[in-house]
């Protein structure tokens, strides 16, 4: 009876410890993967940076596309007019992001650029400067936590789309009647297709989603063993648990698969066939599961973020075609 009794003590403190291991596991995991400054200190970010540079293709053709496009950049920055704008979340953080007008911006198109997981807004100036050739304001916000604005954690999109709501406001306040465009590359392609299942304003004409994610759970699981080697053995149930706790969101609900079955608004879905961080099935999964209007581009031979590199003419055609289809340009 006492070996009984002891086995019994010895069991219940090895589950307790058991316990204890994976919620101290998955607290930090919450950490390492969505607060910045505790990624600083662990060197995650420099980790993702190498880990994501080496998933890239790296073929002639996209280097010096690349290369094209940060000129391009250079001088489309050099000739807008481009200040900085700030705007307070519903939970009190200050956010930030870049804004581009045209001379004569009442009447004008808007798109709103949506960068990607540990992103911020000066990666999406590329896209920017195609649209402000083809007439469009611009407004290129740090999501939260990212960037130049506060957070205490990177919102997977999910809590990132009341502050792109607040956003879309900032711009219908000073442009009624503003015709706005949501263009999205892997997260923010995320957050935009995931906004697309909440009741929007009449302004938002269509979404344009670049190599997004259906979901963050996935995400999280891939990121976790492939970023930072955590193989997930339960351990995400319990991050989940603490990102409820700490976070105030739920990775399961951030579901792009999910809210885009919801949606009424026309989306172009674009992708990479050798994207090694979303798989391409991601893009064809959000298209079949969309019931309104929509298109699909496939792009051979490119890598995760890639497609505008590989052949920016054909990217460019497809985006401003489908736009073309939902937007009156003044």
């Known amino acids: 009876m006492k070996k009984l009794k002891k086995r019994t003590k010895v069991l219940i403190a090895a589950l307790i410890a058991v316990m204890v291991i994976y919620t101290v596991i998955g607290n930090i995991i919450v950490s390492a993967a969505l607060v910045p400054d505790f990624m600083r200190k662990l060197e995650a970010f420099e980790r993702v940076t190498e880990q994501g540079y080496s998933e890239m293709v790296k073929t002639d053709d996209i280097t010096e596309n690349a290369a094209l496009a940060r000129e ?46 540990t992103g911020w807004k000066e990666e999406m100036y590329h896209y920017a400067a195609k649209y402000y050739e083809k007439g469009f304001n611009i407004l290129c916000p740090d999501l939260r936590c990212q960037g130049e604005s506060d957070g205490d954690f990177i919102g997977m999109g999910w809590t990132d789309r009341y502050d792109v709501l607040d956003w879309i406001g900032k711009i219908t306040d000073s442009y009624p009647d503003a015709e706005i465009v949501l263009h999205g590359e892997s997260m923010g392609a995320s957050c935009a297709v995931m906004m697309s299942g909440m009741e929007l304003p009449d302004n938002i004409k269509c979404v344009i989603s670049d190599c997004a994610f259906t979901d963050s759970v996935s995400m999280f699981r891939k990121q976790l063993r492939d970023w930072f080697s955590i193989p997930d053995i339960g351990f995400i149930g319990s991050a989940r648990l603490w990102l409820r706790i700490r976070g105030g969101y739920d990775l399961k609900d951030a579901s792009a698969i999910n809210e885009i079955k919801k949606s009424d608004i026309p989306t172009l879905f674009i992708q990479g066939d050798q994207d090694r961080i979303v ?12 019931n309104a209007e929509k298109d699909i581009m496939i792009v051979e031979g490119a890598g995760h973020a890639q497609s505008c590199y590989k052949d920016p003419d054909a990217y460019y055609d497809r985006v401003f075609g489908f736009i073309d289809r939902f937007l009156i340009y003044s």
Do not use: M, N
């Open 279 to 290: 798989p391409v099935s991601s893009a064809e999964e959000l298209y079949e599961s969309l």
């Open 72 to 117: 391009e950049t250079k001088a489309f920055l050099e000739k807008s007019d481009g200040f900085k704008v700030k705007s307070t979340s519903d939970d009190g953080y200050e956010l930030i992001a870049a804004c581009f007008r045209q001379a004569e911006p009442e009447g004008k198109p808007w798109v709103i650029l949506l960068h990607g997981y």
